[in-house]
């Protein structure tokens, strides 16, 4: 233990049953050696970057963005505040910087971690519910992309499926049945008036090439809610990475 912090983890339990992004292979996990046989333990994983808590980085959507590997810790740990808009936020919302802003003071070059509540949604919840926490979460569009950029944040971390909203991801067209309710819910007949095609998963798209990446699928607990600390992210040091699953670590003074 660090003398006069209390650690805080922010991280899935990470298993086999652990549901990767939808439309992605979810893990497999098996013995290559055991205890029976060769008298060791042995395991094989096989699995996507994108299952459980992980860092998306920049290779993942910019062909000369940078890898894991060359992403410093001193850019992986910092300053960081938790702006819980659980209460502002349902099914298919789209969440507003004058939101986080209400509930937190954001400064420049922060880690953002962004409470949306739908970590109690998540795969080893009592209340699991992956139609909810993948494809029904809130999620923002240009503006919340926007400002993002004018405030430089280091990095964000959700506490659901993705960062941007998933009626602005493929999951608009692979569950069009979803895409009819968050149409109902915006009284809109196209989903093009909110999430236009230009800014197609902008939350990957058009701050990745600004450095400003993002973890998805973390968890906060409701202590830190609304309270500045420390984070950290530690992803395996992987080169050539794309995105890597992640432990992600609050610290706060005792």
């Known amino acids: 233990m660090l003398d006069g912090y209390e650690m805080h983890d922010l991280t899935q339990p990470w298993s086999q049953d652990t549901p990767a992004w939808p439309t992605y292979d979810n893990p497999k996990i098996w013995y ?52 819980d808009i659980s209460d502002k936020v349902g099914d298919y919302d789209v969440y507003t910087s004058e939101m986080i802003e209400d509930v937190c003071d954001v400064q ?8 949306t509540g739908y970590q109690e949604y998540a795969w080893h919840k009592e209340n699991a519910d992956p139609h909810k926490f993948f ?4 999620g923002p569009n240009q503006e919340f992309a926007d400002w993002c950029k004018e405030m430089e944040l280091e990095y964000l971390i959700l506490d659901c499926g993705s960062a941007d909203h998933p009626m602005n991801t493929v999951i608009r067209d692979v569950r069009p049945e979803l895409a009819a309710e968050a149409r ?5 007949d196209d989903l093009d008036e909110i999430f236009p095609p230009e800014g197609y998963q902008l939350m990957h798209t058009e701050l990745f090439p600004e450095g400003i990446v993002h973890v998805e699928n973390a968890q906060v607990p409701e202590e830190l809610l609304n309270e500045r600390v420390q984070i950290g992210t530690f992803p395996w040091r992987f080169r050539g990475g794309e995105s890597s699953v992640s432990r992600v670590v609050a ?3 005792e």
Do not use: W, Y
């Open 108 to 115: 420049k070059g922060d880690i953002l971690f962004i409470h």
């Open 135 to 138: 494809c029904k979460h809130p």
């Open 32 to 83: 290559e050696k055991s205890l029976d046989t060769e008298k060791v333990n042995g395991q094989k994983i096989e699995f996507m970057n994108h299952t459980g808590t992980h860092l998306d980085g920049e290779k993942h959507f910019i062909a000369h963005g940078r890898d894991i590997e060359s992403m410093p810790l001193e850019e992986l740990v910092g300053d960081a505040v938790v702006a």
């Open 251 to 253: 610290f706060t003074e």
């Open 184 to 188: 109902e819910k915006h009284g809109v």
